[in-house]
């Protein structure tokens, strides 16, 4: 039987409200922290073990990971680990009751996002959930909008592509226009159809699309 445990259920529009993984083998944290972020307003769900987290949450939802680091069976780091292999991006924040300089500098290279020893101050693990919750908001949105912008560059003939990248380098028209070997007027036909198909008003934000694009 599952030992899964959770509170403050989302509302109708689920998808976008963060929820807060608590993965804890001691049966009296991870009820305290649910009555914590349950005050807190917070939507949370607790795991007794990393399998059981890794087999049961959604590790692709908005929200963070709070996660002891000593556990039997599959550690806190494990975990970490298992979740950067499937491509999950959560957020996580680690709780251990003893300093552990290099589990620590472990953890934070791997892209933890605190790491707080116990007894803690309520405030203090909120306050790190706040900020993991908002980095994991900034990171998706960051995302959306990369995503948008493949699928306008996608819309690009490869003629266009051509253009659109020359044009971004800082080339002027009659340039664009030796370099490929078209006429000046073709290039800015093209230079239209690619201001129109990326959605761009003006060349400083079309660069700023490319610059992004190639950042990928």
């Given amino acids: ?29 991870r009820e305290s922290l649910l009555d914590l972020f349950t005050f807190a307003k917070k939507r949370a769900s607790a795991f007794s073990s990393g399998t059981e987290f890794l087999e049961q949450a959604n590790t692709n939802a908005p929200g963070c990971v709070v ?9 806190g ?10 491509g999950s991006k959560m957020p996580v924040i680690f709780l251990t009751g003893r300093a552990d300089v290099p589990a620590t500098v472990t953890a934070m290279k791997a892209g933890a996002t605190d790491f707080i020893t ?11 959930v706040e900020r993991a919750i908002r980095a994991d908001g900034e990171r998706r949105k960051l995302d959306a909008d990369h995503e948008k912008l493949q699928e306008l560059a996608g819309t690009l003939t ?13 080339l002027m028209n009659k340039q664009v ?40």
């Fill in 1 to 29: 039987m599952s030992d899964r445990a959770t509170r403050g259920e989302a509302p109708v529009n689920s998808s976008v409200e963060p929820i807060i993984y608590v993965v804890d083998d001691d049966e009296r944290m």
């Fill in 67 to 75: 996660i002891d680091l000593h556990m039997p069976g599959s550690t």
């Fill in 77 to 86: 780091l494990e975990v970490q680990n298992q979740l950067i292999s499937m």
């Fill in 118 to 128: 116990k007894p803690f101050v309520n405030q203090d693990l909120l306050d790190a």
């Fill in 158 to 170: 490869p003629r266009e592509q051509e253009v659109m990248q020359a044009v971004a380098s800082g």
């Fill in 177 to 216: 226009a030796f370099q490929l070997g078209i006429s000046e007027m073709t290039v800015k036909l093209h230079r239209m159809n690619v201001m129109r198909k990326m959605h761009s008003r003006s060349l400083p934000d079309l660069v700023r699309k490319v610059e992004s694009l190639q950042k990928a």
